[in-house]
DNA sequence: ACAAATTTTTAGATTTGCCTAAATTTTAAT
DNA sequence: ATTAAAATTTAGGCAAATCTAAAAATTTGT
């Protein structure tokens, strides 16, 4: 019905961008963010969308940016299903640290054959997370965005478990890595320092300081959910 | 020292290609003979040739056909072993069956990790031998073929063991799953029929007629070896 | 509201990998 | 040894994805 499968690495990698700047393609994006993002100029952009847009994968009107149409969205939810299920695939069968998992995602995400990742998913046994603690989506594009909180903005003796990080880069990642933070951990806010906002936390027993920036890049997982 | 990583999919296609018709790229190869195993144009073979050949890849002069230098000869090597293990994992790991795994290990083979390939092989075990018989070479490109007859070719009375098939095509792999011939099976050659080369054997207990066709693309271990 | 700044699009090139058609070289046949 | 056939290369073009520079539309500041 549709030819979802005959997308080239560079649409592919264009519509997953546009998900991820538009809280799932929702919003209406800029061509000078995407630019960015991709690290290309505007006007490649521009042309690129034009040609989405031809396959009904985009909504555009000129100057008025972009957003996916289901269609696109539901293509982009199967590029990050494979993206996430090969990092879970990295870590847990490659010995990958979570840091080293995203560039070779990036070109394993562009494999075509749904048996390669329905297989992949079942020999994981069907994971819901990714080693950086996001949701992967499963093989109809059902999503459930886990109840979580940035550790920046929970109250004063909340207590939870680290279950993501916002900021997924290597630099951030093995900053954690070197200070002993990791998924699993259990966190418990101590004290915040109105001047700055860093916070003090009892995480796994020990007690550290970490700033805001830090904190503003971790998600907790606390009981107080419904 | 080498840029063996910035090469292209397509340029990794063609030096594959002159590999596997060259006898492992040492005799030369006609443009003709890449252009329809790779089904595209003569012109087309000639303008990559000349690429190849300015990043010393290939032997090229004008008229004389290709052949590998050892860079190339490396480069090869080191996309025939990814392609292999890639196989390998498939059919282990995700039981994809024999006749299903070329397709997809053609797109797997070139993704670009040294540690992703050397990790799948530690996964694996560091198989010797992809699902269809062939060698995996090593790290270094190290390449041991094994020593194997064509089922065609041995005397009558010959046992030994199914090692492996020539051609690998799924239609004669899917041949053989119906008629219970595996890598595995032992196979003594009870007769040959001189008329039209058809072998009467025993293989596993049972016995069966099999043309000669079906015997030239099997190939047997025999003990006889020195 | 209107000029200035910013954003976005258009126009025209470039590179890669492919094509067709025509020319050239090699090989095969008599 | 020629000539016919086959193989190979050259010449000229095309589509995808990018770029730069210039033009057009939108947004912003006062």
């Known amino acids: 019905m ?7 690495r560079s649409e592919e990698n264009y519509i997953k961008t546009i998900f991820h700047l538009g809280r799932q393609g929702t919003q209406d994006v800029a061509t000078n963010a995407i630019a960015e993002l991709m690290e290309t100029k505007p006007s490649s952009v521009t042309d690129m969308i034009k040609k989405l847009s031809e396959k009904d994968l985009v909504n555009y009107k000129r100057y008025q940016g972009v957003s ?16 996430r299920l090969w990092e879970v695939f990295l870590v847990e069968k490659l010995d990958f640290s979570w840091d080293e998992v995203h560039e070779v995602a990036e070109q394993l995400e562009h494999i075509k054959s749904d048996k390669l990742i329905d297989s992949l998913d079942r020999l994981l046994a069907f994971p819901k997370f990714d080693p950086h603690g996001d949701p992967i989506p499963d093989k109809n594009g059902g999503f459930k965005e886990r109840d979580r909180d940035l550790l920046s903005e929970v109250p004063i003796r909340t207590v939870g478990v680290c279950v993501g990080v916002k900021d997924s880069s290597a630099t951030f990642l093995k900053f ?19 001047f700055d906002g860093s916070l003090n936390i009892e995480i796994d027993g020990r007690n550290m300081q970490i700033s805001h920036v830090i904190a503003s890049n971790l998600y907790i997982k606390t009981n107080d959910g419904i």
Chains 1, 2 share one sequence.
């Open 2 to 8: 549709h030819k979802l499968y005959l997308m080239t």
């Open 68 to 83: 996916l149409t289901s269609l696109g969205n539901k293509t982009a939810l199967s590029i990050i299903r494979k993206h």
């Open 176 to 194: 954690l890595d070197k200070n002993g933070i990791a998924l699993g951990n259990q966190i418990k806010v101590m004290e915040r320092e109105e």
